[in-house]
């Protein structure tokens, strides 16, 4: 695939090119990723940080030839104020810890051009997904994206004609999606952002969150139940365990509306970064709700998520068992779940002699390993390295990791090796 990686000032960037490197804040934390379809809506955004003055992106003119259509581009259609405003929303509840009656209605009237955005454009499916918000606010951000999620999951599921979400359906799957981790607002930043895991008292006040939020938009007549229960019982599962808001009667059977935004939740969070968290591919992220479900989550969303979403996105690592390291250089929204790989590097000489050669994960040549032995997936060479380092955490052997074979060490294209020996150079010292 002839793509040109080119550097481009902010101001000439152009919908459809696609990033070639990872674009962080000033805090080192990640906005965009590499390999994101950029639209007007994520160039508006960069344009506005002006610490960010040129982006490297690929140039891949088949990427934006017409019938393709992604839902970055439809999603791009949605006028940019209303992730704005929405924003706004998010801001003043976590000033004033109050909704209002009259801030409902203006979000009901800001969710209509997402929903006729989502459900009057062909299926697309979701990629490398990621809407720059202005104020880098993490429960504003996630709240977006489980409203996106939520309602193409109920636009998949009024196509497979399990449900027939009428125009109030769709409203109030947007609100209650868009509302159910508003109790977020009302939690210490210090807590919301801590680096490492949460300790018992902390998570305490973490799962107090939907008593929060509950107790903030109970009393709104223009909120429906249904919406309500998202806030209330988004962290109730199927069999009955998990929790909801304080108050609340226990919940006998969960309402479909809920059921969605729950899997759509925990899609985004393992998808997405945080401060004590590595983003998971979309891949990983499925496989997590596919074992859940029946028990947890209804197998019926969780099967139209994993339609939806690209479980490999474009520029993303894999590394497979025996220590071969895979870039996804493309994807066939048609094959959506056969990625073409290009061997970038192996912790393992035996794949030494294969750098550099492309194929499908579905049809790998004689001798190199495919789905079956996929072991982890990462955005970006430092990712990938955690999630090595947190596997030997979990008590996986380097070995179970890398291979058997005596023949560690670090080979990779030209172009990685610097990235390699930066990332990577701690597994020759447990060698
Ligand atoms: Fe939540």
Request: charged share 25%; with cysteine; proline share 6%.
């Amino acid at each position: 695939m002839a793509n040109l990686v080119v550097k481009v000032q902010t101001e000439d960037l152009q919908p459809g090119q696609i990033l070639a490197e990872d674009i962080r804040d000033p805090f080192g934390r990640i906005l965009l990723y590499s390999g994101a379809t950029l639209t007007e809506f994520t160039i508006q955004g960069l344009r506005e940080r002006e610490y960010i003055k040129t982006v490297k992106v690929r140039i891949s003119p088949e990427k934006i030839a017409p019938g393709l259509l992604r839902p970055e581009e439809s999603l791009a259609r949605i006028p940019t104020q209303v992730h704005q405003r929405i924003g706004g929303f998010f801001e003043k509840a976590r000033t004033s810890a109050q909704v209002k009656e009259e801030a409902i209605e203006h979000l009901s009237e800001d969710v209509q051009p997402v929903i006729e955005n989502i459900f009057g454009t062909e299926p697309a499916i979701v990629h490398n997904l990621r809407l720059l918000s202005n104020h880098d606010d993490h429960t504003h951000q996630h709240s977006w994206m489980v409203m996106l999620l939520s309602l193409s999951i109920l636009r998949e599921a009024e196509l497979k004609g399990f449900l027939k979400p009428d125009k109030h359906d769709k409203t109030d799957m947007a609100l209650g999606a868009l509302l159910h981790d508003i109790g977020k607002t009302q939690i210490p930043l210090k807590i919301l952002n801590k680096p490492g895991k949460l300790s018992a008292e902390e998570w305490q006040k973490m799962r107090l969150h939907s008593t929060y939020g509950y107790r903030m938009i109970r009393s709104l007549s223009s909120l429906m139940p249904v919406s309500k229960a998202v806030v209330g019982h988004h962290h109730r599962y199927l069999d009955g365990s998990g929790y909801s808001a304080e108050g609340l009667p226990f919940l006998e059977y969960v309402p479909d509306l809920v059921r969605i935004a729950t899997v759509a939740d925990i899609y985004e969070a393992i998808v997405s970064e945080r401060p004590y968290h590595i983003a998971a591919l979309p891949y990983h992220a499925i496989k997590i709700l596919e074992q859940g479900s029946k028990k947890l989550y209804d197998p019926r969303y969780v099967s139209l998520l994993r339609e939806i979403v690209a479980a490999f996105p474009i520029g993303s690592l894999l590394l497979f068992s025996g220590g071969l390291v895979a870039q996804v250089e493309d994807v066939d929204l048609k094959e959506k779940d056969n990625p073409l790989l290009l061997i970038v590097g192996s912790f393992n000489r035996k794949y030494a002699p294969h750098l550099g050669l492309r194929y499908n994960l579905e049809s790998p040549p004689s001798g190199l390993p495919g789905e079956p032995e996929l072991l982890l997936g990462a955005y970006s060479p430092a990712g990938l390295a955690s999630k090595i380092r947190a596997g030997f955490q979990l008590q996986k052997t380097p070995y179970d990791l890398l291979g058997s074979d005596a023949s560690i060490g670090l080979y990779s294209l030209p172009d990685w090796e610097s990235s390699f020996c930066e990332n990577f150079g701690f597994l020759l010292q447990i060698f």
